[in-house]
T-cell receptor, first 111, second 117 residues
Framework: QKEVEQDPGPLSVPEGAIVSLNCTYSNSAFQYFMWYRQYSRKGPELLMYTYSSGNKEDGRFTAQVDKSSKYISLFIRDSQPSDSATYLCAMSSGSARQLTFGSGTQLTVLP | GAVVSQHPSWVICKSGTSVKIECRSLDFQATTMFWYRQFPKQSLMLMATSNEGSKATYEQGVEKDKFLINHASLTLSTLTVTSAHPEDSSFYIC?????????????FGPGTRLTVL
């Protein structure tokens, strides 16, 4: 079993839809949780960063962390074609520098 | 925000030659940098961890004599692919960790696409 599981998709939604992207993990030591967006042939771009459990909102993006369930989510409201990309979840314990990534979910928002 | 650059953005070389890729943190000092490799439609694969002033730590299965990493300063790490072969063709991405941050956030470069003919 991988430490971090992420549905690879692909996921296609119509413009304006609410998108839910999820990751589950097995390592209870993880405390730092990140979502990265990667456009084709580009490096990953940090979207959201959360420490421990809770919600964090930034514009159309909301990140949720439920440590009791070992489950994190990224919600995208009013999705746009420009949101079409691969979304990677990542997490770490803090003591170990290395991030553990999910496999990425490919999202396409159709105009 | 934290900016990481990579140079070159793409390179084509002949089989048997060596290629050097630079990774720079532009507005912060990075005590740790990471090198990843990514094949089409696949996730990032960590190759090695580069710490300033010390030898790089390579992941299992990554040939350290083939992928030479040098982290000569707090803002620069280089990856040299020696005696490149077509199977080394891939997308190489570096990331940098601001050492003073307690957040564990990595900031990624834009990537370098290597094609070996």
């Amino acid at each position: 079993q991988k430490e971090v599981e992420q549905d690879p998709g692909p996921l296609s939604v119509p413009e304006g839809a609410i998108v839910s992207l999820n990751c589950t993990y097995s390592n209870s030591a993880f405390q730092y949780f990140m979502w990265y967006r990667q456009y084709s042939r580009k490096g990953p771009e940090l979207l959201m960063y959360t420490y421990s459990s809770g919600n964090k909102e930034d514009g159309r993006f909301t990140a949720q962390v439920d440590k009791s369930s070992k489950y994190i989510s990224l919600f995208i409201r009013d999705s746009q074609p420009s949101d079409s990309a691969t979304y990677l979840c990542a997490m770490s314990s803090g003591s170990a520098r290395q991030l553990t990534f999910g496999s990425g979910t490919q999202l396409t928002v159709l105009p | 925000g934290a900016v990481v650059s990579q140079h070159p953005s793409w390179v084509i070389c002949k089989s048997g030659t060596s290629v050097k890729i630079e990774c720079r943190s532009l507005d912060f000092q990075a005590t740790t940098m990471f090198w990843y490799r990514q094949f089409p439609k696949q996730s990032l694969m960590l190759m090695a961890t580069s710490n300033e002033g010390s030898k790089a730590t390579y992941e299992q299965g990554v040939e350290k004599d083939k992928f030479l990493i040098n982290h000569a300063s707090l803002t620069l790490s280089t990856l040299t692919v020696t005696s490149a072969h077509p199977e080394d063709s891939s997308f190489y991405i570096c990331s940098a960790f601001p050492g003073t941050s307690g957040s564990s956030v990595e900031f990624f470069g834009p990537g370098t696409r290597l094609t070996v003919l």
